[in-house]
């Protein structure tokens, strides 16, 4: 019974903390960024099965997780509301060719981070997009502008 | 406010439209569920934890009591209890605890209160009457599976009790 509460409440923890961290630390994380999240197993593992060894305790903290990982999912798809408050939502970082400033601070998303993905995407300048979203996976994704209004923010933007 | 709603007032890209959602399962998802499902249940129940049992044995001068683990994890420690009381008007002498095999089946022992004297054999001090004395063994489960066992109390006044232990070691 020990196990089975002790991997819901470290499920749960983990899912708030997670949460509260948010979603930009899971898109691009940088060296050190991934070794401090990779202590987190070594951190909790212990407290997991508090020093039971069996296959038995084992099991059981597998077959909770999976549980509860499924239930999780379940939840959030029948309820978009619970999705929301578990996944978060897309943020959107710029608009037409215009960096939102105010989202970028909230999800400390460097201009540099966008740049980067403007090359990946095989564009030289922000006013070849027309949204920047930071999606709730930690991934930006550009939708370019059509050809004419990138021509016109370009325009726009050459004028004195 | 829905997503669409906060697409429109930030000028986002557009949502597509919401269906009427539901969970649906495949028939074998529902029963590779169901199959996760009996461990958690079993161990809320409490039905994989250590459990132990008490036996009582008595002839006229000797109480035994015992108290062992039926039901324990493998790599987990416990202990077992013997108490024995001398139920006689007299001094009852040549106590001891006698361990088979000097170990239980299934079990390692890690610790023995008080000391052996003897290969498997524990031996105690004359028991005054009415007074009671507790012999406890430290062990630690090993092998998987059945483990029927006994251990045996013997006294210079004749009693020789041998109580049956049984043990399940989960995996």
Same mark, same amino acid.
């Given at each position: 019974m020990e196990i089975? /509460?002790?991997?819901?409440?470290?499920?749960?923890? /983990? $899912?708030?903390?997670?949460?509260?961290?948010g979603k930009r630390e899971f898109g691009q994380l940088t060296p050190f960024e991934l070794v401090t999240l990779l202590l987190i197993p070594e951190i909790v593992s212990k407290a997991l099965t508090g020093q039971d060894y069996s296959m038995t305790a084992a099991f059981i903290g597998v077959t909770t997780l999976l549980l509860l990982v499924f239930a999780t999912s379940a939840?959030?798809?029948?309820? !978009?509301?619970?999705?929301? $408050?578990?996944?978060?939502? !897309?943020?959107?970082?710029? #608009?037409?060719?215009? /960096?939102?400033?105010?989202?970028?601070? #909230?999800?400390?998303?460097? !201009?540099?981070?966008?740049r980067l993905e403007l090359h990946k995407y095989g564009m030289e300048e922000l006013s070849q997009i027309r949204w920047a979203m930071l999606e709730v996976d930690g991934s930006i994704t550009l939708v370019p502008a059509r050809r004419e209004e990138a021509t016109i923010q370009r325009n726009r933007k050459e004028l004195p | 406010?829905?997503?669409? &709603?906060?697409?429109?007032?930030e000028d986002g890209p557009p949502t597509v439209p919401d269906i009427d959602r539901r969970v649906h399962l495949y028939p074998l998802q529902v029963v590779g569920l169901t199959?996760?499902?009996?461990?958690? *249940? *079993?161990?809320?129940?409490? %039905?994989?934890?250590?459990? %132990?049992?008490?036996?009582?044995?008595?002839?006229?001068? %000797?109480?035994?009591?015992?108290?062992?683990?039926?039901?324990?994890r493998t790599t987990r420690e416990t202990s077992m209890r013997v108490e024995m009381r001398n139920r006689s008007g007299e001094p009852l002498e040549g106590v001891y605890v006698r361990l088979p095999d000097d170990r239980l089946r299934g079990f390692a022992v890690t610790r023995l209160v008080p000391g052996?004297?003897?290969?498997?054999?524990?031996?105690?001090?004359? @028991? &005054?009457?009415? &007074?009671?004395?507790?012999?406890?063994i430290g062990l630690k489960a090993e092998r998987i599976g059945w483990h029927p066992d006994s251990i045996r109390i013997v006294s210079a006044a004749g009693?020789? *009790?041998?109580?049956? @232990?049984?043990?399940f070691i989960l995996p």
């Open positions: 089975v /509460l002790r991997v819901a409440l470290i499920y749960l923890f /983990l $899912m708030v903390g997670l949460r509260v961290i939840l959030a798809f029948r309820f !978009p509301a619970f999705g929301r $408050m578990t996944e978060g939502r !897309p943020a959107l970082l710029a #608009r037409d060719g215009q /960096l939102i400033g105010d989202a970028m601070n #909230r999800e400390r998303v460097s !201009p540099e981070e966008i | 406010m829905d997503d669409a &709603e906060r697409a429109k007032q199959v996760l499902a009996v461990l958690p *249940l *079993l161990a809320l129940l409490g %039905l994989l934890d250590q459990k %132990l049992a008490v036996e009582v044995r008595a002839t006229p001068t %000797l109480e035994v009591q015992v108290e062992h683990p039926t039901r324990i052996v004297s003897a290969v498997g054999r524990i031996d105690l001090p004359p @028991l &005054e009457p009415g &007074e009671a004395r507790v012999v406890r009693d020789d *009790l041998s109580i049956p @232990l049984r043990s």
